[in-house]
Nanobody, 116 residues
């Protein structure tokens, strides 16, 4: 089993920044684990916003590219999502995700609200 615990969400004004954290524990070899951040806005499907693989390569959709940065600290088994220039449309619950051995693991989510 893998446990993922997110933190760092909150209320921020448009143009502001937040940093989300996701601490991983359990049966995970974190330094080779690919980790993702997803988000789900009210009434919308969950969407992928950032991915980082074990080698540190990252990928983002166009909607957040240049504003969001995913990073990892293998010593702390933690992945981060730095979000800058936030927009009201970034309002969502953000989830940490890990896929391994045919299983998806999700955190409980952390809510981000961006006011205009």
């Amino acid at each position: 089993q893998v446990q993922l615990v997110e933190s760092g969400g909150g209320l921020v004004q448009a143009g502001g920044s937040l940093r989300l954290s996701c601490a991983a524990s359990g049966s995970i070899i974190f330094n080779i684990a690919a980790m993702d951040w997803y988000r789900q806005a009210p009434g919308k499907q969950r969407e992928l916003v950032a991915t980082i693989n074990g080698g540190g390569s990252t990928n983002y959709p166009d909607s957040v590219k240049g504003r969001f940065t995913i990073s990892r600290d293998n010593a702390k088994n933690t992945v981060y999502l730095q979000m800058n220039s936030l927009k009201p449309e970034d309002t969502a619950v953000y989830y940490c995700h890990h896929y391994w051995d045919s299983q998806s693991y999700w955190g409980q989510g952390t809510r981000v609200t961006v006011s205009s």
